[in-house]
């Protein structure tokens, strides 16, 4: 094989960049530690355990739905509806969008979201980039009042965290669903 300059800096920038490929040959560190784990595995007979304040999930029959195994780095993308890449749009209007359309089956789901929590921080900054991902296989009704939300995933103080957010907020450019590729 036949490295370019073009080749040489990906593989230096896959590796933490400068600092990254002076610590591996200064053999201060092992060459695992520079290639992130983008596999994602889950048991999806399993089902995620969601907080007392939600009445029900909307949406049960797809809970469970979705590939065992997939690459979050090549076999997820981020999805926004048309409205999103003009400005500001509602989520129940996106929410209707995806279910007139039968693609909410395409999203991911709140346990695919705890997955990607545990895969740590860092896979989510290198794919995401300091947006918030909205996981909405797992659209849930409150108890108390009947609103919607929807989770969705976030940096937050140097964490991934999950959060919930009511479908009659306004979501824009950096607020992307995480649809499965086809």
Known sequence: MEYND???NTIVGKIGGDTGALMFLK??????EFFPDFIV???RLVKPTYPDWIKELVHPELELLGPAEYDLQAGVRQWLHDDQNRGYVRGGVI???LKDTNTLGSCLSLQDGLVIQQKGVEIFRELFKGKKVFLWK????????????????????GELVVH????????NLNDPALRFSK
């Open 6 to 8: 073009s080749r040489l």
């Open 27 to 32: 053999d201060s560190t092992s060459v695992s």
């Open 41 to 43: 595995q889950i048991d």
């Open 95 to 97: 929410y209707k969008y």
């Open 138 to 157: 797992s659209v849930v009704q409150l108890h108390h009042d009947n609103y919607l939300l929807v989770p969705f995933l976030r940096e937050e103080g």
């Open 164 to 171: 919930w957010r009511w479908l009659d907020d306004r979501w």
